[in-house]
């Protein structure tokens, strides 16, 4: 399956930026932008505004990854929203 890498500008801060990220995360940031009841500008600069190090891009990508994964924060990131919208897992053994 081939990913679509597709670039839009949003406005973080009253500054119009662009990203670049595959479709499926563009969903992704969509739907817990509804789930939060946020924009999907406030989203994505509430992430740039806590993201550590590298680029805006890659910060989104962590985020949404973190935000499936479950509670476990990403790797080297801050950014990993609290999961107490779902279900807990169980705790392997």
């Known amino acids: 399956m081939k990913s679509v890498v597709a670039k839009r500008s949003i406005v973080i801060d009253k500054h119009k930026t662009s990203v670049s990220l595959e ?31 590298g680029n805006l891009s890659s910060a989104l990508r962590l985020y949404v990854l973190g935000w499936y994964r479950g509670p476990e924060p ?5 950014l990993a929203p609290p999961n107490t919208h779902r279900a807990s897992q169980p705790k392997a053994a």
């Open 23 to 53: 479709d499926q995360f563009w969903s992704g940031l969509k739907s817990i932008a509804s789930e939060k009841q946020l924009t999907l500008s406030e989203l994505i600069s509430g992430i740039d505004h806590e993201r550590q190090h």
């Open 74 to 78: 990403a790797a080297g990131q801050g």
